[in-house]
């Protein structure tokens, strides 16, 4: 056995990065380079400790609701909501320049309320909005930028799944950073908006506006519109975060309530059927099960991490530097900055939460108030390269003629500004996460 606490980091941290490269699967890294390590420091009676984290992974009963919030927005995808949304809000909105980017940014925010998850708004803006603002003459790079960053809003925005995960690994409650990242959510949303508005206002050639013939409803029909599409998801987004926030039920049952109300919604829109709910649960199977699968590798791998001494050291090496603690805070965004260049959250959330928890505590910072500057932070690894799962979901998506690297690469950089906005004015005002979760009934 080994006892030296330096070397067996190096290994765990060594063996961990060399998997990724090479391209083995996140949670059998987590797993084999645990395994190695625990034999290493521990012996033979890390087994049981592996076994055990697996079985308190398991048994953990808020980890319920990733399957049943994953259900809920496969579900919504499937009920054609946001098409609805689109045509609708696009009409609305039509008469203002950018008036189409506006709509997926709208669109996007609705979308993320009610499904919490990041892939479907990408994808289904990919596929119906950006041709339309393609054929309305918008700019492919501001088009391209707007669906990208607009759909990683279903990462923050309750009910996200991130979050679900986030909470047990800190020690905070899932509820409590559900309405925590509601205000940071709408920020970034609004940034996003107000960027589009003045790109547009200072070159219209970007985003025109909707000629008169195509946006000249009445008033009665606009609101008949906007009714029939906004109201059914807004009563589903309303089912979850309210029944949280009025403490009438604790986030799983509250995911229960959404994953009923989306089938009811995909019954109300006349797109439920046998195969759509079959391929809808064996979707959710696929997804939660690799979610679940990492969430477990992770809690074995954090596990090791603390038994050999990590926790331990980290928390000395991070207390020990001459920064002050805002620069130590600092630092820690940075680390979820440089992971996101490479991994997506499921992975970066389960190997940096656990580590930082304590130092945070140690710091005196408020614990929900640093979650929330950490999972803004993680909003820029959905945009930023060589990782960038967004910019990847709009490629196998888009239309000929929109070029990857100029047009989808080159339209997201001044969102990630924005993002990082968004994180300075999360960081400036704290009161932004914190005055929420402060008025929710227990």
Not at 186 to 199: D, E, F, M, P, V
Not at 221 to 239: E, G, H, N, R, V
Not at 381 to 389: Q, R, Y
């Amino acid at each position: 056995m080994i006892a030296n606490t330096e070397i067996l980091l190096i290994i765990l941290f060594a063996g961990l990065i060399a998997g990724l490269l090479i391209g083995f699967p996140v949670p059998f890294v987590m797993l084999g380079i645990s395994l190695i390590v625990g034999v290493l420091g521990v012996g033979h009676g890390f087994f049981n400790m592996m076994i055990l984290r697996v079985f308190e992974t398991m048994e953990n009963y808020i980890l319920v609701a990733i399957i049943l919030f994953v259900y809920m927005g496969i579900m919504l995808e499937r009920s054609g909501a946001a098409e609805r949304l689109f045509s609708s809000t696009h009409i609305l909105l039509g008469r203002l320049r950018g008036g189409l980017a506006l709509t997926v940014v709208a669109v996007c925010t609705i979308m993320a309320a009610a499904t919490g998850i990041m892939g479907a708004p990408v994808i289904v803006m990919g596929l119906f909005a950006l041709p339309e603002m393609l054929k309305k003459g918008y700019d492919k790079a501001l088009s391209s930028g707007t669906i990208c960053a607009g759909g990683t809003l279903g990462i923050l925005i309750p009910p996200s799944v991130m979050l679900v995960v986030y909470g047990p690994m800190a020690g905070v409650s899932v509820g409590k950073l559900f309405m925590a990242a509601i205000i940071p959510g709408l920020i970034l949303s609004i940034l996003y908006a107000t960027y589009i508005i003045a790109r547009c206002a200072l070159n219209p050639e970007l985003g025109p506006a909707l000629p008169v013939e195509q946006r000249d409803f009445s008033a009665g029909k606009k609101f008949i519109m906007a009714a029939t599409s906004m109201a059914p998801t807004l009563l589903l987004i309303f089912a979850v975060l309210g029944t949280i926030f009025f403490g009438v039920a604790a986030p799983t049952e509250a995911a229960a309530v959404g994953a009923f109300a989306s089938v009811i919604l995909a019954l109300f829109y006349r797109r439920l059927n046998w195969d759509s709910f079959k391929e809808s649960i064996y979707q959710t199977l696929r997804v939660s099960s690799m979610i679940m699968l990492i969430v477990a590798a992770a809690f074995v791998f954090t596990g090791t991490f603390m038994l050999v001494g990590g926790g331990s050291l980290v928390k000395e090496i991070l207390l020990g530097l001459p920064v002050g603690k805002w620069g130590i805070l600092s630092i820690m965004m940075a680390a979820f900055f440089f992971f996101g260049l490479f991994m997506e959250w499921v992975g970066i959330v389960p190997i940096l939460v656990p580590i930082f928890t304590p130092v945070i505590s140690e710091l005196g910072f408020d614990p929900l108030w640093a979650a929330m500057l950490f999972c803004v932070t993680m909003q820029t690894s959905f945009l930023t390269p060589p990782m960038a799962p967004a910019l990847f979901y709009l490629k196998g998506v888009a239309p000929k003629g929109v070029d990857f690297g100029r047009h989808i690469v080159g339209g997201t950089l001044p969102y990630i500004g924005l993002q990082l906005l968004g994180v300075a004015l999360v960081a400036l005002f704290p009161q932004l996460t914190l005055w929420l979760p402060g008025l929710m009934i227990r």
